[in-house]
């Protein structure tokens, strides 16, 4: 089993910025496709981004040009830069990992909150 664990979430001004960590432990030789979700207060889950094992990145539109999703594959972690928030970032985030033969493992998430 993987376990995932986030870091580096808290509260922001708006327009400041944070990095999210997450570290893959447990049962895993090496860190596979990534992904970091969001779920604002009362609406459902959403994509923020994704990253490949080769280091292909997708971004939602609503983060794209001001987040970053990188890897450090020796450390088997995975970060997500978030420059310029928004109050509309102000969510749990959740950090994915997806093996190679598809099975998933979530992490326990991150509270984010930018104030206005």
């Known amino acids: 089993q993987v376990q995932l664990v986030e870091s580096g979430g808290g509260l922001v001004q708006a327009g400041g910025s944070l990095r999210l960590s997450c570290a893959a432990s447990g049962s895993i030789f090496s860190i596979n496709a990534m992904g970091w979700y969001r779920q604002p207060p009362g609406k459902q889950r959403e994509l923020v981004a994704t990253i490949t094992k080769g280091g292909s990145t997708i971004y939602a539109d609503s983060v794209k040009g001001r987040s970053t999703i990188s890897r450090d594959n020796a450390k088997n972690t995975v970060y997500l830069q978030m420059n310029s928030l928004k109050p509309e970032d102000t969510a749990v985030y959740y950090c994915?990992?997806?093996?190679?033969?598809?099975?998933?493992?979530w992490g326990q998430g991150t509270q984010v909150t930018v104030s206005s």
């Open positions: 994915k990992h997806t093996g190679v033969r598809g099975d998933t493992y």
